[in-house]
């Protein structure tokens, strides 16, 4: 059966999309109580074992209350990629095709979902020399010239990109060189969708943003309780690259300096908190303005939330 034809048939999976904070984990699990659904993650710091309290990956007590599948799967010592992520999901999409489970994937990574829905562009890994070579050039500062070197090399990116936006310039430089085609060639060149529109059920959590800072703040209070000081701490003495994405997650560098007394408790605690409001922000914009039509609701207005999960139920025929 040709699933983008069949506009008739039952959904497969649920898709549930929300800034940090704002109820993402609850509305999964009591959709797979509901459905009788295994919950995937769709979330980049939630699939780091060593990031259980500061990501607010599901506690243990929430996982048991139905089958959750990576979560804490990946090393804090792994680079992880949109398209790893990708190929990790895709045999857990198939085994719920083949067996016609439904499955709830949620997350607050926006570009998980638009990648398994419309495909990601197979950018290909460029040679590390042919890399350095032009970040060098970029470094020395003459924009003008870049754009001009571009312009030979390849005309139909460069007439796109002002002369001024040095990153995207650089970036198409050494793609063209290290690929010897064009930015504009391995942008058309996409993985196939993992999911039809037809075959999901969209969610975007939309709560007011006021009570969401108010939950923000409550909730980092409890992972402070709940060891957050602790994780950071033995996550900073594995001695991991500050590159890595693990090492990014909010609260683990500003604890880490509260704890060898760089700053005092309360300002990493604080500095935490408004990192986690901003991430939120920008979570928000990205699904407003990435992931189109999709069902919006405030999960914090119990109204809306029993509509949204009757609607859902309704749809799997339940």
Request: hydrophobic share 40%.
């Amino acid at each position: 059966m040709d699933r983008n034809q069949d506009r008739q048939m039952k959904p497969l999976a649920v898709l549930i999309a929300g800034p940090t904070a704002s109820g993402k984990t609850a509305l999964s699990i009591e959709l797979a109580k509901r459905l009788d659904a295994q919950i995937i993650n769709a979330d980049s710091m939630q699939i780091y074992e060593d990031l259980r309290i500061l990501s607010a990956r599901p506690s243990e007590e929430e996982e048991a209350q139905a089958e959750h599948v990576m979560f804490g799967h990946v090393p804090s010592n792994e680079a992880y990629s949109v398209m790893r992520w990708l190929n990790d999901v895709e045999g857990h999409i198939k085994q719920a095709r083949e067996q016609e489970k439904p499955i709830i994937i949620v997350g607050g990574t926006g570009l998980y979902f638009k990648s398994a829905l419309e495909g990601l562009s197979l950018m290909p890994d460029i040679p590390e020399d042919i890399r350095a070579h032009w970040r060098e050039e970029g470094e020395k500062g003459d924009v003008e010239r870049l754009h001009a070197t571009l312009s030979e090399k390849d005309p139909e990116v460069a007439a796109r990109l002002k002369p001024a936006d040095k990153q995207r310039v650089v970036r198409a430089l050494e793609v063209i060189d290290g690929t010897g085609h064009s930015l504009a060639f391995w942008q058309n060149e996409r993985s196939e969708p993992l999911l039809s529109e037809a075959e999901t059920v969209r969610l975007t959590l939309d709560p007011d943003r006021k009570a969401l800072h108010e939950r923000i703040a409550l909730r980092f209070d409890m992972m402070m309780d709940q060891g957050a000081m602790e994780e950071a701490v033995a996550l900073m003495a594995k001695g991991l690259d500050p590159s890595l994405t693990v090492m990014k997650a909010i609260g683990v560098w500003q604890l880490a300096a509260a704890n060898s007394g760089e700053m005092s408790l309360h300002e990493a605690i604080e500095k935490s908190k408004t990192e986690t409001r901003r991430y939120a922000k920008r979570q928000s914009t990205f699904f407003r303005g990435q992931l189109g039509e999709w069902d919006k609701f405030n999960p914090l207005n119990s109204d809306e939330m029993a509509k949204a999960i009757e609607s859902t139920l309704e749809k799997f025929e339940v």
